[in-house]
């Protein structure tokens, strides 16, 4: 890594990619291996230290929903729990392995406030354990009953959902958009991909040039697909990046890192929605950024800020 393209990072960030670098070469050379355990010790470990602003909101309830075969757990914010308000489905990352509800609830609890919707965070299935596409059906299933759910606890909705996805949630949730685009009874009124996993064929070139030393690594991208998809699964037919675009895809908002290894897939989405008339696209790439910036919080606050009052004006309209 260049100490030029390094100059254009925050210092607290690039302080802290420095010390992380220097362990990981120590990790490697002590024979570190990455496991489901390691993965998602790892993203608990940089969130739980890195993002400790908890705001309060006036509603939050835990229930479940059903699936074909799965009883989703759910975790529910009503930023104004008197009031009727829309609905976003929020979708955690953590590259299908790792995340969790509990522990993405400082996010969620930004993103009710931030943009007056009820917040439904779903705890899908996680592989090894449960590969492709377990937590895509998860998903589905969320986003057809998440009304009922909110009926059964007597919570004022308005009818309208969208979908709220950051990395391997992203890829979810662009996965839900574009098979919503055939089900009449599911209608997404817009999306936000946060820093989304769109290529799981790796071919954007931002792999290669952002794949090492920038906290989201190739090798690393490479094994978490190997865990979640089993079964000889065409990847490129998977990729929400190679996807048919209709006309009832909903409007996004795509916001990307500078550094991270899936910023070009991010961008190639966003103009493949442009060029199919997607009326609404947006793209934001961050300056100076790695993946997962938002579980780094602290590091970048004022960053954060910005794309939660971006996400929050965007789902307000």
């Not at 059906?137 to 996805?165: H, N, W």
């Not at 998977?238 to 675009?245: D, G, H, T």
């Not at 290894?261 to 696209?281: F, K, M, N, S, V």
């Amino acid at each position: 890594m260049s100490s030029d393209r390094d100059a254009a990072i925050p210092d607290r960030l690039r302080d802290w990619l420095q010390d992380l670098r220097a362990f990981q070469r120590k990790a490697r050379e002590q024979g570190y291996r990455l496991t489901a355990t390691t993965a998602r010790e790892v993203l608990d470990g940089i969130t739980r230290r890195f993002l400790t602003q908890i705001p309060p909101v006036a509603l939050v309830r835990d229930d479940l929903i059903p699936g074909l075969d799965y009883q989703v757990p759910v975790r529910v914010y009503h930023p104004r729990p008197e009031q009727a308000l829309p609905v976003a489905l929020f979708v955690h990352g953590g590259g299908h392995v790792s995340g969790s509800v509990s522990l993405y609830d400082p996010i969620c609890r930004k993103l009710a406030l931030a943009s007056e919707r009820i917040i439904v965070s779903i705890e899908y299935r996680l592989a090894p354990e449960c590969p492709y596409p377990a937590g895509l059906k998860d998903a589905m299933a969320s986003v057809k009953q998440v009304y009922p759910l909110l009926e059964r606890l007597a919570l004022p909705f308005t009818p309208r959902v969208a979908l709220i996805g950051d990395s391997g949630g992203g890829a979810l949730c662009a996965t839900v958009a574009h098979l919503a685009q055939y089900d009449a009874g599911v209608d997404i009124d817009r999306q936000v991909l946060i820093y989304p996993s769109l290529d799981y064929t790796l071919s954007q070139p931002s792999v290669i040039t952002n794949g090492q030393g920038y906290l989201l690594e190739r090798e690393r991208i490479l094994w978490l697909f190997d865990t979640y998809l089993q079964n000889a699964e065409n990847r490129r037919a998977v990729s929400p990046l190679f996807m048919e675009i209709g006309a009832r895809l909903p409007p996004t908002l795509i916001i990307a890192a500078e550094f991270d290894p899936l910023r070009d897939e991010a961008i190639a989405y966003a103009d493949r929605l442009e060029q199919h008339g997607i009326e609404g696209t947006r793209l934001l790439v961050m300056p100076g950024l790695v993946h997962a910036f938002l579980n780094l919080e602290d590091l970048v606050p004022d960053a954060c800020r910005q794309v939660y009052a971006v996400i929050g004006g965007f789902l307000q309209e």
